[in-house]
């Protein structure tokens, strides 16, 4: 379930978007289905209103991190998000991916081809994926049925949208596990419906083994997305038709105050705090199965496994509250050092990064930035924010302002514990880097002590 944006109809609706994660499911071409093969990784499979591909194909599927992030490798991808950015990773994966099916000339260069989503969409909203056990039979028969299926476009935006098309896709699964919630979005389908119920579904049967992944938005110039809403939550939160329902409906209005109360609560942030996982869960999953088979009883020492599985994903407060106190010292020691003018400068970092991006062959982005003492080149991927020819200051400037958003963000928009741990060990190294001897210690050791991943 992705957050939404504020554009076209999502203005109004705040819907936002669903799509379906496989986890041993692979893409033989965007337009078709087979299982995975060794060492590759899970995908994400998604209808929109207008793929503008040359055929008017219902649904594309891609790897998960093409899908998130616009690379293949996540070691790989961006340290930021902008339109920019975003749009070289579009155009990589046209070239690379789509160039068959994509050769018209408005499919190429058209901003309304939703094919472009399906590159980088964590540059654009903050997603939640809801995870459950299938077997290999299971995926094998899901195979065949859409590889056998008319991949042709019969989107409809009340009857057969997004998350209708979500809600087959896991009724193929699991007959009756998700559907739509007629009462809180008047007869029509909605990804935060999808998503209740068949989280409902999933926690009535322990046996799936339900967990969730959370990616974050990237921080940068990039609007910022929004939690994703019902229709009678929508109209909560919209003055759009909050107004003019109470004007004119304020009768109707107390009718869906008390729909969205007793029936449509659903918040993806809680549940991903109460069920959290990575992409590597098998953690999680011997700890499930260990509950399964010892019929739930003595499982204290399990409980405790998992319980502190969650915190070393989520975060506790007071972890959090420790790494804010100690980027409060890094920040005072960077202006002090005149690394920085002031705090308030890392505000304006992203805005200053506003020139034009290029992927090396791996997808990992450059820029080179020009400034009164001459022009310089910095990587903005995390393979290459540190390497020999990136140019120190500007890479712990980025470090900086990134560190900052993410402890400011909101839960829902803020990225794991686990991945800010890997930021903060680049942040570490980035200060090591551009200070020299005059670095202070005092970073947390868990975070200290990791090398950065992909870092040259």
């Avoid at 109004?12 to 087979?34: D, M, N, Q, W």
């Avoid at 896991?170 to 919630?181: C, E, G, L, N, V």
């Avoid at 938005?217 to 939690?227: A, F, H, I, W």
């Amino acid at each position: 379930m992705n957050e939404t944006l504020d554009l076209s109809v999502a203005r109004i609706t705040g819907s936002g978007h669903t799509a379906v994660y496989f986890s041993r499911i692979c893409p033989e071409s965007p337009v078709k289905l087979r299982l995975c093969r060794p060492g590759e990784e899970s995908s994400v499979m998604s209808n929109y209103i207008n793929l503008g591909e040359d055929q008017p194909f219902e649904w594309n599927i891609v790897p998960l991190s093409v899908y998130a992030y616009g690379v293949e490798d996540p070691r790989y991808r961006p340290l930021f998000g902008s339109e920019k950015i975003k749009a070289v990773l579009e155009d990589r994966y046209r070239e690379n991916v789509l160039s068959a099916y994509c050769k018209l000339q408005s499919c190429k260069t058209s901003d309304k081809s939703e094919w472009r989503e399906m590159a980088g969409a964590a540059l654009s909203r903050s997603m939640y994926i809801f995870v459950v056990e299938t077997t290999v039979q299971q995926d094998f028969d899901l195979i065949a049925k859409f590889n056998a299926l008319p991949n042709e476009n019969h989107f409809n935006g009340v009857t057969n949208n997004c998350a209708d098309f979500t809600k087959g896709v896991i009724d193929t699964y699991f007959p009756h596990s998700a559907h739509r919630d007629y009462i809180n979005d008047f007869g029509m389908t909605s990804p935060k419906a999808v998503a209740r119920s068949f989280t409902r579904y999933a926690q009535h049967h322990p046996e799936a083994r339900f967990r969730v992944l959370h990616f974050s938005q990237l921080p940068g110039t990039t609007k910022r997305s929004s939690e994703a809403h019902s229709g009678t939550e929508q109209l909560f939160h919209s003055k759009k038709l909050l107004i003019p329902m109470v004007i004119f409906a304020d009768h109707e209005l107390l009718v869906a105050a008390a729909a969205y109360t007793l029936t449509g609560r659903f918040n993806p942030e809680h549940e991903f705090e109460k069920y959290p996982a990575v992409q590597d869960t098998w953690t999680a999953d011997q700890v499930s199965l260990a509950k399964s088979q010892n019929g739930g009883g003595n499982s204290g020492e399990l409980d405790i496994v998992e319980s502190q599985d969650r915190e070393q994903i989520v975060g506790t407060s007071d972890e959090w509250k420790a790494y804010r106190e100690e980027f409060d010292s890094i920040v005072a020691e960077a202006v002090r050092e005149e690394i920085i003018p002031s705090r308030s400068y890392l505000k304006r970092v992203f805005k200053r990064l506003d020139g034009t991006p290029e992927a090396d062959s791996n997808g990992a982005m450059w820029m080179e930035i020009s400034d009164s003492s001459g022009t310089s080149r910095v990587g903005l991927s995390a393979s290459n924010i540190l390497a020999p020819d990136s140019d120190a200051t500007v890479a712990y400037e980025l470090l900086l302002a990134r560190t900052q958003y993410v402890l400011k963000s909101a839960k829902h928009g803020r990225e794991t514990m686990l991945e800010f741990k890997e930021d903060w060990t680049l942040l570490q190294y980035a200060r090591l880097k551009r200070l020299g001897p005059l670095a202070e210690s005092g970073a947390p050791a868990t975070a200290a002590e990791l090398p950065p991943s992909g870092a040259n």
